[in-house]
């Protein structure tokens, strides 16, 4: 037992005893109890008043001071008091310097509601965005930033990822936005101006581009002669054929890089509008896919099978999607040892069509596979470098897949076989009745 309730208990034990004791010699007993609980009761009630009052004068007067029990209560309230006015001051401090922390980021920072309405905003959200805080608060975010793709990012509130958009108040600057959700119902948006990194980028991209355009002329006029030279019938030693045969090898590998490079390079600067666009006959092209990869497989004889769905077409670049089916097909007869089985599949699932490309070669360690889509990845140079690849080409379906809007699976157990499956959307899948005829390339449905 608590010592004050101890101590409560015996002082109205003592009160008890003592008015009955003095009440027998006086011959009132019971009056003088009554009496002696009565002065305990007016003294609670007194408490009780004093404690009211200071609860109702908003803690502003000094906390009452009583004896016994009710002391005991007065201290505890006392201390309680203390402690949530430090943690108040551990809070507000806190606070502030978070906000100055806040202020002196480079990056905007904006607090949002659900409801995307604005509540907080740093100074440099000023300068980036033009939001002010507090003119702003309570505004909805996207009446100040109208950006269609904003909206979009909004709307859809998955917000894995962040946005680019060109600035409100100086259009030619980029600046990535991105939405965090916290705390259950809030929302905070950080963005970043990323003219510079935008700008160096298309700096990367642009010397690719015009250094595999150059370089591509007198690598051709090499190898071209590099054949020639094989083929003529001359007086030559065996080191030199030898020598021949591997520098024509080297020339075709560099061919093969560059017009990768070329292609990696086209994808990523090319506006998507500027592709055209049409009904590809995907079931024709992956037949003739099938031949080709017959063809590479020559004497390992791999069994290649196709199963095609006939009706089931795609809207979309019929180049690049070529190059992504050829790219996965190849794959799969390289990485697949002589006699291996090769799946082509082309079906449609929930609306969706799916691409399939199943092998049984050598598989890939699944630590690789979040990289394989990464520019010259490889998970054995050798391997590849001998089969004739250029570390490109997974780069290459990664691109064309992102413009139309399709997803790519890899699957794989090594020593088991892999399998590299592509997704596209229901607004890209065409249906076609028997008999149907296509719109010519480049003709838009
Ligand atoms: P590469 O020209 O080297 O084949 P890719 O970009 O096409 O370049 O592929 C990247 C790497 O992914 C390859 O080097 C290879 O290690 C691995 N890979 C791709 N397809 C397969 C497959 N079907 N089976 C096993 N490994 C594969």
Redesign the pocket.
């Known amino acids: 037992m608590q010592p004050g309730l101890r101590r409560e208990l015996w002082v109205i034990g003592t009160l008890v005893a003592g008015t009955l004791i003095a009440g027998a010699v006086f011959g009132y007993p019971l009056w003088f109890l009554a009496f002696g609980l009565g002065v305990y009761l007016a003294v609670a009630v007194r408490n009780l008043i004093s404690l009211h009052r200071w609860l109702l004068s908003k803690k502003q007067q000094p906390l009452p001071e009583a004896r016994g029990l009710w002391g005991d209560v007065f201290n505890e309230i006392h201390l309680l008091e203390k402690e949530t006015a430090q943690h108040r001051d551990r809070l507000r401090d806190m606070l502030t310097r978070f906000q100055e922390a806040a202020s002196a980021l480079p990056d905007g920072m904006v607090i949002l509601t659900q409801q995307g309405e604005i509540v907080w905003a740093n100074p440099s959200a000023r300068s980036l965005l033009g939001i002010s805080h507090p003119r702003d608060s309570g505004q909805r975010i996207n009446n100040l930033i109208r950006h269609p793709e904003f909206n979009d990012y909004l709307e859809d509130a998955e917000f894995t990822e962040s946005v680019e958009l060109s600035a409100p108040l100086k259009p030619d600057n980029t600046l990535s936005v991105q939405i965090v959700p916290y705390g259950g119902n809030q929302r905070l948006l950080v963005c970043r101006d990323i003219t510079h990194v935008v700008r160096l980028e298309e700096m990367r991209q642009n010397f690719v581009a015009n250094a595999s355009h150059e370089l591509r002329s007198p690598i051709t006029v090499l190898s071209g002669y590099l054949e020639t030279l094989q083929d003529m019938d001359l007086n030559r030693t065996a080191e030199i054929k030898r020598a021949l045969a591997t520098m024509y090898n080297q020339a075709r590998r560099m061919e093969r890089l560059v017009s990768d490079l070329l292609a990696l390079s086209r994808l990523e600067t090319a506006a998507p509008q500027a592709t055209p666009e049409s009904i590809v006959d995907v079931p024709a092209m992956l037949a003739s896919l099938k031949e080709s990869a017959e063809m590479l497989s020559g004497e390992d004889r791999h069994q290649i099978t196709l199963s095609a769905a006939p009706m089931l077409r795609l809207r979309g670049n019929e180049e690049q999607l070529r190059s992504v089916f050829s790219?996965?097909i190849d794959?799969?007869v390289?990485?697949?040892p002589p006699g291996g089985a090769i799946e082509i599949g082309w079906r449609n699932a929930n609306n969706w069509a799916i691409f399939s490309?199943k092998?049984d070669?050598?598989?890939?360690p699944w630590q690789?596979i979040p990289h394989?889509?990464e520019r010259f990845?490889?998970?054995?140079?050798d391997?590849?470098?001998e089969?004739?690849?250029?570390?490109?080409?997974?780069?290459?379906?990664k691109h064309v897949l992102k413009r139309h809007d399709a997803r790519l699976n890899i699957e794989?157990l090594v020593g088991k076989?892999?399998t590299?499956t592509c997704k596209f959307p229901p607004e890209r899948v065409v249906m076609t009745t028997v008999g149907e005829s296509l719109p010519k390339a480049g003709e838009q449905s």
């Open positions: 790219n996965l794959n799969a390289r990485y697949t490309v092998d070669g050598v598989g890939i690789h394989l889509t990845y490889r998970v054995d140079v391997r590849s470098r089969s004739g690849g250029t570390g490109l080409g997974l780069a290459i379906v794989s076989g892999s590299f």
